[in-house]
Nanobody, 123 residues
């Protein structure tokens, strides 16, 4: 069965950095685009960043562009989200997700989801 397992969350001060990782199994990883989403308390889940199946195309939500970098390693079936210059408003549970084909921003389009990892940014 398909599994996506996130890691790397934690507590960090504003201005700091974290690197989230997502390990995938049970799917042909190189045929799936990957996305990172987040959900803060009381808010809807929102798209953060996505990367195409080949790694050549990336897209970012406006508030994270220039601070976050998404990457993938198809040989290791992993995707990562490097988060720099973190702000308190980045506090949320972060999820990785997989979608067959091209990368998209709508969460309803994604086929598989991880359990999430908590990121807390203190001011």
């Amino acid at each position: 069965q398909v599994q996506l397992v996130e890691s790397g969350g934690g507590l960090v001060q504003a201005g700091g950095s974290l690197r989230l990782s997502c390990a995938a199994s049970g799917l042909t990883f190189s045929t799936y685009s990957m996305g990172w989403f987040r959900q803060a308390p009381g808010k809807e889940r929102e798209f953060v960043a996505g990367i195409g199946w080949s790694g050549r195309s990336t897209i970012y939500e406006d508030s994270v562009r220039g601070r976050f970098t998404i990457s993938r390693d198809n040989a290791k079936n992993t995707t990562s989200l490097q988060m720099n210059s973190l702000k308190p408003e980045d506090t949320a549970v972060y999820y990785c997700a997989a979608v067959r084909g091209v990368v998209v921003t709508f969460d309803s389009e994604y086929d598989y989801w991880g359990q999430g990892t908590q990121v807390t940014v203190s001011s």
